[in-house]
């Protein structure tokens, strides 16, 4: 079959304007299959993520925390001019679980709760698009990506289970498609095996989509940005970025391993298994291509900058004076493991190691106390890692201004460092 799927992220489907431009995309691509993936609207998934903090504390107000988030969705179906008995029971229906959930004593861990509440923001989005996709004439189906995406049961970096979710592909993704144009389902959420949701980690719709065009055999893949395309650098962050056409694979998963945070890094590797091309592209200009992603790119890059804001640098060394070896590092990655403390640099002298990890306070503190007995750890907080892929040295040099520099690696094509800023003391007027 002929398919081709797109994922529309948070950004694209913000506002009734946004849902709207998505159906006007969809229907420019009538005389196609395609499976649609989408994430929640703009910043729903923090908004839940309140909630669930709110319950999970008993602050109190969960409830109307929750109120709100149903509001913003209403005031969107509204916006859209879909806003009947019908979607209005629809979109009801799909909260009451979590209305069950926050009206009850928490009895259990922080990590389920969690998925269970933050997923009802795929669910609303994908119905939000689904009705007005009905309105607007398309032969589209709505798909609950749960009875499709089996993982295993760790809450909110759930591990997809292929086979299970490949059987479900084939036998109901399949048959849907041969009846209908269009399938909008849900980003980021799946299905234990025990049958509730789990989520497969931040930001992890595009990575959902990666799964669908796996399991399908997409023809391509498109994901539709608020960017033109993958650029030099992130254009929040710096000025005079361009874009880049055409990327490998390979460029694409080391630029997203060092933090770009355009795409999820697990989005690629099933796409280059099956060598599916992959388009990044500007949803409020569907006719670019935007930036193509192959096998086989016989190109000279420009240099491509990555920063990793809001590090902390963990400087681990053994309290007797002995080496770190082997022992030491499988015993300190062990805890690293299960504290879920992503390592994104690290370095080892004779009698220590120092790895960089994203500034989450609680999980550090938890983990520098449970090798507290044997180690002796400090670190420093408020870091940027900075990477330059296809560096030049006038970049480099740029990217020092105003930056102490920690530790800095230069490995084939590519720089990175540690960076804090300077201290600037001002002098006193007397
Ligand atoms: P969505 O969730 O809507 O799919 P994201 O916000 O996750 O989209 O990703 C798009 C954002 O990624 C852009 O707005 C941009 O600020 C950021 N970004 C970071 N690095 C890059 C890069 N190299 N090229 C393009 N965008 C980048
Ligand atoms: N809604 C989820 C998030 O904001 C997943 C995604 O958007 O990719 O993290
Ligand atoms: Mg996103």
């Given amino acids: 079959m002929d398919l081709k799927v797109f994922k529309f992220g948070g950004a694209s489907v913000k506002n009734n304007?946004?849902?709207?431009?998505?159906?006007?995309?969809?229907?420019?691509?009538?005389?196609?299959?395609?499976?649609?993936?989408?994430?929640?609207?703009?910043?729903?998934?923090?908004?839940?993520?309140?909630?669930?903090?709110?319950?999970?504390?008993?602050?109190?107000?969960?409830?109307q925390l929750l109120q709100s988030i149903k509001d913003e969705h209403i005031k969107i179906m509204?916006?859209?001019?879909?806003?009947?008995?019908?979607?209005?029971?629809?979109?009801?229906?799909?909260?009451?679980?979590?209305?069950?959930m926050i009206e009850d004593e928490v009895q259990d861990e922080f990590n389920y709760i969690y998925d269970?509440?933050?997923?009802?923001?795929?669910?609303?989005?994908?119905?939000?698009?689904?009705?007005?996709?009905?309105?607007?004439?398309?032969?589209?189906?709505?798909?609950?990506?749960?009875?499709?995406?089996?993982?295993?049961?760790?809450?909110?970096?759930?591990?997809?289970?292929?086979?299970?979710?490949?059987?479900?592909m084939d036998s109901k993704v399949i048959e849907l498609l041969k009846i209908y144009d269009v399938v909008i389902t849900q980003g980021f959420i799946g299905c234990s095996t025990e049958n509730f949701n789990t989520t497969l980690g931040r930001e992890g719709s595009d990575y959902s989509a990666g799964i669908f065009s796996y399991c399908l055999d997409a023809q391509s893949l498109s994901i539709w940005k608020d960017v033109p395309g993958i650029l030099t650098a992130d254009p929040r962050l710096f000025e005079n970025v361009t874009k880049i056409d055409r990327l490998s694979y390979r460029e694409a998963i080391e630029m997203t391993y060092f933090g770009a945070k355009v795409i999820h890094p697990k989005t690629i590797k099933p796409l280059q298994n099956k060598n599916i091309p992959l388009y990044v592209r500007p949803y409020n200009d569907p006719e670019s291509m935007g930036t193509l992603i192959t096998s086989d790119v016989d190109t000279v890059y420009p240099p491509v900058i990555v920063i990793e804001a809001n590090q902390s640098l963990i400087h681990i060394s053994t309290n007797d004076f002995s080496f770190v070896a082997e022992e030491h590092l499988s015993e300190i990655f062990a805890k690293l493991n299960h504290y879920r403390l992503k390592v994104?640099?690290?370095?080892?002298?004779?009698?220590?190691?120092?790895?960089?990890?994203?500034?989450?306070?609680?999980?550090i503190a938890m983990f520098i106390k449970d090798l507290s007995d044997k180690y002796t750890i400090?670190?420093?907080d408020d870091l940027e890692l900075i990477t330059v892929r296809h560096y030049d040295d006038a970049t480099v040099d740029r990217m020092k201004v105003g930056k102490i520099v920690l530790f800095e690696e230069t490995i084939?094509?590519?720089?990175?460092?540690?960076?804090?800023?300077v201290p600037v003391v001002i002098r006193k007027e007397v």
Avoid: C, P
Avoid at 344 to 363: E, G, H, Y
């Fill in 116 to 168: 269970q509440i933050v997923s009802v923001g795929e669910l609303v989005s994908s119905k939000i698009l689904y009705h007005k996709a009905v309105k607007e004439g398309l032969n589209v189906a709505w798909l609950d990506v749960r009875d499709i995406i089996i993982t295993d049961n760790t809450y909110r970096e759930a591990k997809v289970i292929w086979a299970d979710t490949q059987a479900r």
């Fill in 378 to 380: 400090v670190k420093d």
């Fill in 17 to 63: 304007e946004g849902v709207s431009n998505v159906v006007k995309i969809l229907e420019s691509h009538k005389e196609e299959k395609i499976l649609t993936v989408v994430s929640a609207t703009g910043k729903t998934t923090n908004a839940l993520e309140e909630v669930v903090k709110s319950y999970f504390n008993q602050k109190g107000d969960a409830d």
């Fill in 344 to 363: 994104n640099m690290m370095r080892n002298t004779a009698i220590s190691f120092s790895v960089a990890v994203q500034n989450d306070q609680k999980k």
């Fill in 412 to 421: 084939r094509q590519t720089v990175r460092m540690a960076v804090k800023d």
């Fill in 78 to 100: 509204d916006g859209l001019g879909i806003l009947n008995e019908e979607s209005f029971a629809d979109l009801s229906d799909t909260f009451v679980e979590i209305d069950w």
